[in-house]
C-alpha cells in the first residue's frame, strides 16, 4: 500500500498488497482489493466485496457487501452501488450480487440497481441509472439506463 497520509483511513480485516493505492477518509472493511487498484479519497468498501487487479474508484464511492469489480474496472466519482431491491428499516433483506465485468467503466454520478451485470468494456455515462443488464462492449446513458449507437 502506497501511504499518501491516509489520515483517519479504517481499515478491518481486508486482503491487501502492498502495490494498492490508498487516500485518505476510505473506509475498507472485510473486502479484498487486488494489485495495482487506486482507491481516491472518500471511498467506503463494505465486507465481502471483491475489487480485481488495476482498478480505479475515484472519490465518494460506496460499495456494498455482494459486488464484485473484475480487473481494470474505472469507477468514476459519486457512484454508488445497492444491492437490495426492498430496503428496509427492520432489517430484513434479500442481497443481490452484482458484478462489473473486465474493462467496463461507470461514469461520474452513477447508481447501479442490486443484482445486475456490466459487461466486459462496456461503458456507463455520466448520471445513468442501471437497473438491467449492460452487454458487452455497449454504452448506455439515462434513467433508466438504455443503449445508444
Known amino acids: 500500500m502506497t501511504d499518501h497520509s ?24 472485510g473486502c479484498e482489493i487486488s494489485s495495482g487498484t487506486k482507491i481516491d479519497s472518500f471511498v467506503y468498501i463494505e465486507e ?4 480485481g487487479q488495476n482498478c480505479t474508484i ?5 460499495i456494498p ?7 481494470e474496472v474505472f469507477v468514476g466519482p459519486n457512484v454508488t452501488f445497492t444491492n437490495d431491491m426492498h430496503p428496509s428499516v427492520d432489517g430484513e433483506w434479500e442481497q443481490l450480487e452484482t458484478i462489473v465485468r473486465e474493462g467496463a467503466a461507470i461514469g461520474a454520478g ?4 442490486p443484482g445486475v451485470e456490466i459487461g466486459a468494456g462496456a461503458l456507463v ?5 442501471v437497473l438491467e443488464d449492460v452487454p458487452p462492449k455497449t ?5 433508466p439506463a438504455e443503449p445508444i449507437e
Open 58 to 62: 475515484r472519490p465518494f464511492t460506496f
Open 65 to 71: 457487501t455482494g459486488i464484485t469489480l473484475e480487473e
Open 125 to 129: 455515462g455520466a448520471g445513468a441509472v
Open 48 to 51: 465481502d466485496v471483491t475489487i
Open 139 to 143: 454504452t448506455v446513458v439515462g434513467n
Open 6 to 29: 491516509p489520515q483517519h483511513a479504517i481499515i478491518t480485516d481486508v486482503s491487501l498488497p502492498t502495490d494498492v493505492d490508498i487516500y485518505d477518509q476510505v473506509n475498507l472493511f
Open 110 to 113: 452513477v447508481t447501479v440497481g
